[in-house]
Nanobody, 115 residues
Framework: QVQLVESGGGLVQAGGSLRLSCTTSRSLFSINNIGWYRQSPGKQRELVADITRTGRINYADSEKGRFTISRDNAKNTIYLQMDSLKPEDTAVYYC?????????WGQGTQVTVSS
């Protein structure tokens, strides 16, 4: 079991930046993969970026070069720095953690990018 608490969403103009945070209730070293998904109305939830326990990072193609995932092991927290935001980035962003064969989800944080 793990609890995931997200923060940092909000409203921003196109071209702006936001940083999302996800704080976990256990050590990041005990989590196989941790990262971010997002879901827009009428669309399926899609991977944004994740990072493995060993530090390997994976980005969705549409976010490469604009988004940066990072982690602070001492704070049990991961971050998603989002730059050059576009209206199509508008979505609820969910932190997830994959532990053994299970996925755990945060409550989500809304990101709205105005044109």
């Amino acid at each position: 079991q793990v609890q995931l608490v997200e923060s940092g969403g909000g409203l921003v103009q196109a071209g702006g930046s936001l940083r999302l945070s996800c704080t976990t209730s256990r050590s990041l070293f005990s989590i196989n993969n941790i990262g971010w998904y997002r879901q827009s109305p009428g669309k399926q939830r899609e991977l944004v970026a994740d990072i493995t326990r060993t530090g390997r990072i994976n980005y969705a193609d549409s976010e490469k070069g604009r988004f940066t995932i990072s982690r602070d092991n001492a704070k049990n927290t991961i971050y998603l720095q989002m730059d050059s935001l576009k209206p199509e980035d508008t979505a609820v962003y969910y932190c997830y953690a994959h532990i053994d064969s299970l996925n755990f989800w945060g409550q989500g944080t809304q990101v709205t990018v105005s044109s």
